[in-house]
């Protein structure tokens, strides 16, 4: 077993392939995770009753099973009652209800976490709900759950290899593919770790930097 | 994690892989020795029907583990136990130890005869398609695929067929890599891949098991030669195939080869009308 340079510059396109679709479906992922928990978080802290209780559910059902199970449903059951899609696109969904729920929990905890008396402090200063949330609740909110919701995002970033289970050719499909036809595990597999061990630093200096200028907001 | 534990860790994974490397490979002879010893040879499978299967209750059976476990009891070694693998990871897992033998319908091809040491030919198909009833989009070779800009090929990854599709032209995103067979039938089933293309015995096995009146085979493919397996050894284990050779030859001979192989589907006489030389040079 050796090191073959050659080698590796020769794969180095298919895999930067499978990184753009890598990267593509984390962000849109999270475009739909960051949406899809905001419903979730409204309709289970302000709906009435019964659809707080049907979302609350929905939401313990889906954070409770695994990812894998959720994206073989999507892609090969659905299909049984007229919805196909396209393995991106189901991938896509699979990703951003399951990390949805996630960031619903956060949306939650980081609302609720806001005292009571600063409600009450923007109703007694006669601001509007719309006011209240705005320029209260939410600046105050919002700063202790970036971390979380950081850490959200990398973990969906590093659960993308999943979707090869789907027939997405993302980074880890690439790498298969490659060594499937040249019997080599161990260029394709350490450049994949390579690529997301920089994707993932990259983004942590990134949310450091976001974590910092929201902390500044709050200590104005 | 800090640049410097990264390096550190580095660092000691190359150091384990040269000690990995560096252990010298086991005396040709002994590899026989071992299994006996052991009682069991290590058999890589792909649950494809009628070459390897898995029944419910986990008993191992299809045609190249039948041979195997019979050639490997007249060498003295009891028997065989079978982990299940996709086909581009049996070579690899093979050169990491962790079969001693590749027994799954693995047709042979010169770039694979460069990477492991096969037996004689063992088990012969040649390819098919499945795809949807009255083939709307008239696909009789590999190449039909490659000009339709429409159609989508499933094959399994490291497959011969998804070589083959390659081969002939067609993009890599429209030649989709499906994990197993009842995924494959699926995906043509609900429209995401017109054909599904497997060895011929295969396709059959799958289509009848599945009775859906909307799919048909089209078999052979044409322009597809017709491939044959064979057991494959771990380069280094050239002792332990020719020992498994001399018994294999000694089965063809008496009709016990026939016996085992034909219920399946499979033709004795095709297999002994080749040789490994000819299939491994064959283009």
Not at chain 1, 6 to 29: C, D, R, S
Not at chain 1, 113 to 138: C, D, F, M, S
Not at chain 1, 172 to 188: F, T
Not at chain 2, 208 to 223: F, L, M, R, T, Y
Request: aromatic share 8%.
């Amino acid at each position: 077993m050796e090191w073959d340079w050659n080698f590796v510059w020769q794969i180095m396109p298919t895999l930067l392939e499978g990184l753009k679709i890598t990267i593509l479906a984390t962000v849109l992922g999270a475009a739909v995770a960051a949406a899809v928990g905001l419903v979730f978080a409204i309709l289970r802290m302000t709906a009435p009753k019964p659809i707080a209780k049907v979302t609350g559910f929905i939401v313990e059902f889906i954070r409770g099973t695994p990812l894998l199970v959720q994206l073989y449903f999507i892609f090969y059951v659905l299909p049984d009652i007229g919805i196909r899609l396209p393995a991106l696109l189901a991938g896509v969904i699979g990703l951003g209800l399951h990390y949805g729920t996630y960031a619903a929990e956060v949306y939650r905890a980081g609302i609720e976490n806001v005292p009571r008396g600063q409600w009450e402090a923007a109703k007694a200063t006669n601001l509007t709900g719309r006011q209240a949330w705005i320029h209260v609740i939410l600046p105050q909110a919002i700063p202790p759950m970036i971390p979380a919701l950081a850490n959200y995002l990398i973990a969906m970033f590093k659960e993308t290899p999943l979707l090869s289970a789907i027939t997405v050719l993302e980074l880890m499909n690439q790498a298969k593919s490659v060594a499937n036809s040249s019997y080599r595990y161990i260029e394709p597999m350490t450049l994949v770790g390579i690529f997301f061990l920089i994707m993932s630093l990259i983004s942590v200096v990134f949310l450091r930097w976001l974590e910092e200028r929201y902390a500044r907001v709050e200590e104005r | 994690m800090s640049m410097r534990t990264f390096l550190t860790m580095a660092a000691g994974a190359s150091a384990l892989m040269a000690v990995v490397v560096a252990t010298p490979a086991f005396a040709d002879d002994g590899k026989l020795e071992e299994l006996k010893a052991q009682g069991f040879a290590r058999v890589a499978i792909a649950n494809e029907p009628p070459f390897t299967a898995v029944a419910a209750d986990g008993k191992v059976s299809g045609a190249a583990p039948d041979v195997a476990r019979e050639v490997f009891k007249r060498l003295g070694v009891a028997d065989i136990v079978a982990s299940i693998s996709e086909y581009g990871a049996m070579i690899p897992g093979l050169q990491a130890g962790r079969h001693d033998v590749i027994t799954a319908g693995l047709f042979m091809k010169p770039e694979r005869c460069a990477a492991v040491v096969y037996s004689e030919p063992i088990l012969c198909d040649a390819e098919a398609f499945a795809l949807k009833k009255g083939n709307p989009l008239k696909l009789q070779s590999y190449k039909d695929i490659a000009d339709n800009p429409d159609a989508k090929i499933g094959a399994p990854g490291g497959g011969t067929e998804e070589k083959l599709a390659l081969e002939a032209g067609v993009p890599r995103d429209r030649v989709i890599v499906v994990p197993d067979g009842q995924s494959g039938l699926k995906m043509l089933q609900d429209g995401r891949i017109d054909v599904y293309s497997l060895p011929v015995l295969s396709i059959n096995d799958l289509v009848s098991k599945a009775s859906d009146p909307n799919i048909e085979v089209v078999a052979p493919v044409v322009g597809a030669p017709v491939y044959c397996d064979g057991a494959a050894f771990r380069k280094g284990d050239e002792a332990l195939r020719d020992a498994f050779d001399v018994e294999l030859a000694k089965m063809k001979q008496s009709g016990d080869f026939a016996k085992i192989i034909e219920p399946y589907g499979f033709s004795a006489a095709a297999a002994m009308s080749t040789s490994r030389e000819k299939l491994c040079a064959a283009q």
